[in-house]
C-alpha cells in the first residue's frame, strides 16, 4: 500500500509482462465449470439465507424486538452477498456448463438481490474490459476524477464528488441506493446496453408483483422490515467490497490508447486477503486479482487456482481487512505521477500549484 515511485511501478509492470505472459495457459484448466459442484453451492447458499430470513420474520411474528432483526440482517447480510456472487458468475456464464441453467440460477438470485439480472451482467462486462481505464470510470465502476477535472469543478460538483467519495456514503445510503434505486432505472442508456435495456422493465414488473404477493401472504409491515434491513446491509457490504477491489494509491489506471488487460487485472485488482469463512462467504471474490484476469474461472476454482499458481501472488496487490480502510484516502487520479491522492494532499500539493 506504500507509495511507488513510477520507475519502480514500470519494473514492475515489465516483470508481470514478462512472467505471466502465458496466464492464458496457466487458467485454462480452472476455468471448466462443475454443474454438480455449482448446484451444491446454489443449494447451500440459499439454504443459509432463507433459513434465517424465516427466523427473523419468526422474531417479528412473536414481537420480539426488530432490533433484533436488524443485528442479525448484518449476517444475513453477507449472506445475500454470497446469493450475490451466483448471480455474478451466471452474469460470466461460467457458474454451470449450461447456459440455460445459469440464465435460470441468475435470474432466480436476482429476485432475492433484488438486482436485475441480465442488466447488471452487461454492465459489469463492460467494467471488466475496461478496468482501469480512465475514459469509463463513470460505467461499472466508481467514477474516479482527476486532480484537473476536481480543481475545475464549481463547489456544488466538488460537495457531491467528496459526498460520493467519503466513508460515511459508503457506510450508509451508498449500498442500498445502488442496490434498489440506481438498478431499478435504465440510466445506462448507450448503443451497448440496448439488448439488454427492457431486462430492467421486466424486473421491476416482476420483482413488484413478487414483493406485492409476499407482502400480501405475510404482511407488509413485518416482510418489509426483514427484507430492506438484509438489503440494506447487503448492499453496505457490496459496495465496500467493490470500492477496496479498485481504490488503492498505487492503482493501475491509464488511457484507453496505453491500456494493458493483463496489468489492468494483476495491479488495478487487488487480493483481498481475508480470513477463510469470509472468503467462503463472499464467494472468494477477494481474490479479485485472478478474477479479472478470467470471469471465466467460477467462484469455486479461485482460491484451488490461487494456491496452485504463487506466480498469481508475486505481483498482485495484498491488503488485509484493517488496510482496507486506508482507501478511503484514494480519492483522486494524479495523472502525473500515476497514483491517487487524497483531497488533503491535493489541497496541500496541488491547489495551491
Known amino acids: 500500500m506504500q507509495a511507488a515511485s513510477l520507475e519502480s511501478k514500470e519494473q514492475i509492470y515489465d516483470a508481470v509482462k514478462e512472467e505471466l505472459r502465458d496466464w492464458h495457459k496457466i487458467l485454462r484448466q480452472y476455468q471448466v465449470p462443475d454443474t454438480k459442484k455449482a448446484m451444491f453451492h446454489t443449494g447451500l447458499t440459499f439454504a443459509m439465507y432463507l433459513s434465517v430470513w424465516i427466523f427473523q420474520y419468526w422474531l417479528l411474528e412473536n414481537n420480539y424486538s426488530a432490533w ?49 439480472y441480465k442488466y447488471w451482467a452487461k454492465s459489469h462486462d463492460f467494467h471488466h474490459a475496461h478496468n482501469g481505464q480512465l475514459e469509463t470510470s463513470d460505467i461499472g465502476d466508481f467514477e474516479c476524477l482527476n486532480t484537473e477535472q476536481y480543481a475545475n469543478l464549481n463547489w456544488k ?11 460515511l456514503y459508503f457506510a450508509t445510503i451508498g449500498g442500498p441506493a445502488y442496490v434498489a434505486v440506481f438498478n431499478r432505472f435504465r440510466f445506462l442508456k448507450s448503443e451497448y446496453f440496448e439488448k439488454v435495456k427492457n431486462n430492467v422493465t421486466v424486473n421491476n414488473v416482476l420483482f413488484f408483483l413478487a414483493y406485492l404477493l409476499l407482502g400480501w401472504v405475510l404482511g407488509w409491515k413485518n416482510f418489509l422490515i426483514v427484507q430492506f434491513a438484509n438489503i440494506c446491509f447487503f448492499g453496505v457490504m457490496a459496495l465496500w467490497f467493490f470500492y477496496v477491489q479498485h481504490q488503492y494509491m498505487d492503482i493501475y489506471k491509464e488511457g484507453k490508447d496505453n491500456w494493458n488487460y493483463l496489468l489492468s487485472a494483476i495491479r488495478g485488482s487487488t487480493f483481498y486477503k481475508l480470513p477463510r469463512w ?26 484451488k487456482c490461487s494456491i496452485e499458481n504463487p506466480i498469481f501472488q508475486k505481483y498482485c496487490v495484498p491488503i488485509t481487512f484493517w488496510q482496507s480502510f486506508k482507501t478511503i484516502y484514494a480519492n483522486l487520479w494524479d495523472d502525473k ?17
Open 68 to 116: 433484533w432483526v436488524v443485528l442479525i440482517a448484518i449476517w444475513n447480510g453477507i449472506t445475500l452477498g454470497r446469493v450475490f456472487i451466483i448471480q455474478h458468475d451466471c452474469g460470466h456464464k461460467s457458474f454451470t456448463a449450461k447456459q440455460w441453467l445459469n440464465d435460470t440460477i441468475g435470474t432466480i438470485c436476482s429476485f432475492a438481490t433484488i438486482i436485475p
Open 337 to 353: 505521477n500515476k497514483r491517487m491522492v487524497s483531497f488533503k494532499e491535493f489541497k496541500k500539493n496541488y491547489q495551491a500549484s
Open 157 to 167: 460538483q466538488k460537495v457531491r464528488y467528496r459526498i460520493y467519495r467519503s466513508p
Open 278 to 303: 469470509m472468503h467462503f462467504m463472499t464467494g472468494n471474490i477477494g481474490y479479485h486479482h485472478i478474477h479479472h484476469l478470467s470471469p471465466s474461472i467460477p467462484f469455486y476454482n479461485l482460491r
